[in-house]
């Protein structure tokens, strides 16, 4: 069974930091193309990151560029997190797809249960 499985969320101050993991099981994620995905109540599903299976292209979207950075290591890929702002309070996922992506939620098939992160003081 394809399984991913997020952790690390919670709360979090502004300026602090906080690590996502994303895991699967059922699957390696090596070959796939991953992303990290964010979403609040009334808004659409938006990419944050994204990192490519064979070229390792990485997307950041433009508001979290400089703070966040995605990373695979050792089966997993993760979401480093720094300076993290009150905007940035949101569901996160991580999700799995074949192949290149322009980190648009709707290329994505596999997807975590999401992990909560409030960036509040």
């Known amino acids: 069974q394809v399984q991913l499985v997020e952790s690390g969320g919670g709360s979090v101050q502004p300026g602090g930091s906080l690590r996502l993991s994303c895991a699967a099981s059922g699957f390696s994620l090596d070959y796939y193309a991953i992303g990290w995905f964010r979403q609040v109540p009334g808004k659409e599903r938006e990419g944050v990151s994204c990192i490519g299976s064979s070229d390792g292209r990485i997307y950041y979207e433009d508001s979290v560029k400089g703070r966040f950075t995605i990373s695979r290591d050792n089966g997993k890929v993760y979401l480093q997190m720094n300076s993290p702002k009150p905007e940035d309070t949101a569901v996160y996922y991580c999700?799995?797809?074949?192949?290149?992506?322009?980190?648009?939620?709707?290329?994505?098939?596999?997807w975590g249960q999401g992990t909560r992160v409030t960036v509040s003081s």
């Open positions: 999700a799995a797809a074949w192949g290149f992506t322009y980190c648009r939620a709707d290329e994505y098939t596999y």
